[in-house]
């Protein structure tokens, strides 16, 4: 069997295989009409191919990059976490956020990740590897065929930058968006950065449609750099620069997040800099999101000190929300997945 499955492969590859296996090129809009629209999970599941073509075509190459490993269930909702693997044996997690309104999978772009946020327990695996778009886009299938309802919202926040694999993500965004892919709209496909500030330029100047989500965590250069060393090359000026940009450039919605640290930087001070930070960005939104524990130092802030830290930030002109994570006691909150512990 091939090093690359077959949704891996260029097109004209995968008409190859095909004629080699005496098969006409219809063939390939048959397989690709399987994989994105009826998320089959293997090639036995193809109903209209013969089963010797099958055999044929199991003997040449896997039809996808991934195989889920393990998966576990969150007591408290219908989140699902899922541990897969790459053909390069490193593993990933991918996550199944269900609700009444939407149903959302928060999906990983890299196999470990090399920013290094000191509050994020991905960072403890050091970077293994970038994805490919096959390997991005296999997570949506597979949790798609998993999945009773259909999946209206992905978000790029799963282990890793994406911004550090931009040309892949991208790529696989736009997958997600044609509509002879998997045909999801774009303002339901969100990236998420710690701040790569060339790949934010990059995205504003490609004027690319999908939304986009920039983590903050911090209201000084020097109590970010001492949780997000990225800081260093990516300024929280420069940072706030390249985001008022971004807004004013393509009149979009961007939207901050902003995960809170027991007495790092969750003090009412540090609520009303975060809103001198933003009063001038034209179109913003903000997220706070109550800090997930895992072995690690850090700590969440107590009720009243994110009441507090709220309260304080009422006086603001756009909006805000206060984001609990879904799945914690699976370790499938923000910043939580480490693949520990279930493989």
Not at 49 to 58: A, T
Not at 95 to 117: E, F, H, W, Y
Not at 262 to 279: G, H, P, Q, T
Request: net charge positive; with cysteine; aromatic share 8%.
């Amino acid at each position: 069997i091939n090093k690359k499955s077959f949704i891996e492969l260029r097109e004209k590859d995968q008409i190859d295989i095909l004629s080699n296996l005496n098969e006409k090129k219809f063939r390939l809009s048959q397989i690709n009409n399987w994989v994105f629209k009826n998320h089959v999970s293997n090639w036995r599941e193809m109903k209209n191919f013969p089963l010797s073509l099958i055999e044929k075509l199991e003997k040449t190459n896997s039809l996808y990059p991934l195989k889920i490993i393990a998966n576990s269930k969150a007591d408290d909702s219908m989140t699902q976490k899922f541990i897969m693997q790459t053909m390069k044996g490193n593993k990933i997690e991918s996550v199944l956020m269900p609700t009444k309104k939407r149903n959302t999978i928060c999906i990983s772009s890299q196999s470990g990740c090399a920013l290094d946020c000191k509050f994020c327990a991905t960072a403890s695996l050091g970077f293994l590897q970038n994805l490919n778009e096959a390997e991005i886009i296999s997570q949506i299938i597979y949790l798609q065929k998993i999945s009773n309802k259909r999946i209206s919202n992905v978000v790029f926040m799963g282990m890793g930058e994406p911004f550090l694999n931009y040309k892949n993500v991208i790529k696989a965004a736009k997958l997600l968006n044609d509509p002879n892919g998997i045909n999801m709209g774009s303002k339901r496909i969100t990236i998420s950065t710690a701040g790569v500030i060339s790949k934010i330029e990059e995205f504003t100047k490609s004027k690319e449609k999908f939304k986009l989500a920039i983590s903050l965590n911090g209201t000084t250069n020097e109590q970010r750099t001492s949780i997000m060393p990225i800081n260093i090359k990516n300024s929280l000026d420069e940072l706030l620069n390249v985001s008022r940009k971004y807004t004013e450039t393509l009149n979009r919605w961007l939207t901050f997040e902003y995960v809170l640290l027991k007495e790092i930087n969750d003090s009412v001070e540090d609520a009303k800099r975060l809103l001198s930070m933003l009063a001038g960005m034209k179109k913003c939104k903000l997220n706070i999101i109550p800090y997930n524990e895992t072995d690690g130092e850090f700590r969440r802030p107590d009720k009243d000190q994110i009441e507090n830290f709220v309260i304080a930030l009422r006086p603001a002109k756009f909006p805000i929300t206060v984001r609990w994570s879904k799945g914690t006691d699976i370790d499938a909150g923000c910043g939580q997945l480490a693949t520990r512990n279930q493989v």
